[in-house]
């Protein structure tokens, strides 16, 4: 299955990006490498991606066990090399939910979002860790 995005160079170091689902994305660098900060970098929609990717799949596996969070966000940080091509060498991720939802099924959701369907971050080559907090109270380390 091909995907096909669309990048347009507007000027100097910014771009739009077109989407098959009819969306646009600005992106571009920081003044101090010629940007005008007009848009998000690259690097953090990257891992807005990953995060996008997993907490979808998260509320998916969550409504089809008749589940429903109150409210649900999602802390990622990601660590990068220092010598070119700095790409990410790990990325870190909080999920951080809250409502009547029992403990197990949450941890089963984010392994199936970690395991099986995010191809988000089953495209990036960085070891993820995981972690958790339900209602307020921090969770086990999901590796």
């Not at 771009?15 to 003044?31: K, M, Q």
């Not at 999602?74 to 409502?99: M, N, Q, S, V, W």
């Not at 495209?123 to 339900?134: D, F, H, K, Q, T």
Request: charged share 25%; aromatic share 6%; with cysteine.
């Amino acid at each position: 299955m091909r995907m096909r995005n669309i990048v347009k160079w507007n000027d100097k170091m910014a771009f739009t990006g077109s989407t098959p689902s009819g969306h646009e994305i600005y992106l571009d660098a920081s003044e101090e490498v010629g940007g005008e900060n007009s848009g998000a970098r690259p690097t953090e929609l990257l891992l807005q991606a990953v995060a996008g990717c997993t907490g979808i799949d998260i509320i998916s596996i969550l409504k089809k066990m008749r589940l429903n969070p109150s409210s649900f966000h999602i802390e990622i940080d990601g660590t990068r090399a220092e010598e070119h091509p700095k790409r990410f060498t790990g990325i870190e991720i909080h999920y951080a939910l809250e409502g009547d939802l029992p403990e197990d099924k949450v941890v089963r959701a984010i392994r199936l979002s970690k395991d099986t369907y995010c191809s988000v971050s089953h495209s990036v080559n960085a070891e993820v860790s995981i972690s958790y907090s339900l209602n307020g109270k921090t969770g086990k380390e999901i590796i």
